[in-house]
């Protein structure tokens, strides 16, 4: 229930973009936000946006707005996370995420694709 | 942008121990809080969700309380399985979310 599958790791030069896809079973993908999250090696957890693809709507983190866009395929139950203009700083591993609303109002990820490495080298 | 501190940062503990993460929001949250478990080269894992309830599936020695800006996760009796590092996230200003920086979990 609720399983993401995501694309395999990526290595990418400095200036160039990378497109990771995340995969969902279908009752999830109609009725259900995915959120994306970046965790760069050693460190923390950081949210860079979500999608709903069956109402189209899409929230970026303002560090990410200017370089990242979120789209969604519903013919293959699938969203993409494309990235833009990578340096460096944006190596890490690329997870995404179901959102789920509890009976509390609170929203949460409860269900987590496996990630997937980018690796921004020269 | 609400922010999320916790401490410690790092804590060092043997197996049995009680063992109290704490995690501060930089305003109030309510109950928006939730708590993940992450194991090296793995997802995270939801623990407890709306500040104090156990998600489907999680040991009873995991409790969250808290509420407003200031929450704590509590590990009862430390078990080999539960080295890792542990993350608050607030997800109040949906679909804003932040998490804390993190706190690991090792073995003493």
């Known amino acids: 229930q609720g399983q993401l599958v995501q694309s395999g790791a990526e290595v990418k030069k400095p200036g160039s973009s990378v497109k990771v896809s995340c995969t969902a079973s279908?009752?999830?993908?109609?009725?259900?936000?995915i959120a994306w999250v970046r965790q760069a090696p050693g460190q923390g957890l950081d949210w860079v946006g979500r999608?709903?693809?069956?109402?189209?709507?899409?929230n970026y983190a303002q560090k990410f707005q200017d370089r990242v866009t979120l789209t969604a395929d519903d013919s293959t139950s699938t969203t993409y996370m494309e990235l833009r203009s990578l340096t460096s700083a944006d190596t890490g591993v690329y997870y995404c995420?179901?959102?789920?609303?509890?009976?509390?109002?609170?929203?949460?990820?409860?269900?987590w694709g496996q990630g997937a490495l980018v690796t921004v080298s020269s | 942008d609400i922010q999320m501190t916790q401490s410690p940062s790092s804590l060092s503990a043997s197996v049995g121990d009680r063992v109290t993460i704490t995690c501060r929001a930089s305003?109030?949250?309510?109950?928006?809080l939730n708590w993940y478990q992450q194991k090296p080269g793995k997802a995270p894992k939801l623990l407890i969700y709306?500040?104090?309830n156990l998600q489907s599936g999680v040991p009873s020695r995991f409790t969250g309380s808290g509420s407003g800006t200031d929450f704590s996760l509590t590990i009862s009796s430390l078990q080999p399985d539960d080295f890792a590092t542990y993350y608050c996230?607030?997800?109040?200003?949906?679909?804003?979310?932040?998490f804390g920086p993190g706190t690991k979990v090792e073995i003493k």
């Open positions: 995420a179901r959102e789920a609303l509890t009976g509390f109002g609170v929203v949460t990820l409860a269900y």
């Open positions: 279908e009752d999830i993908f109609t009725s259900y936000s």
């Open positions: 999608i709903i693809p069956n109402l189209g709507t899409i």
């Open positions: 305003q109030s949250i309510s109950i928006h």
């Open positions: 709306a500040a104090s």
């Open positions: 996230q607030q997800s109040y200003s949906s679909p804003l979310y932040t």
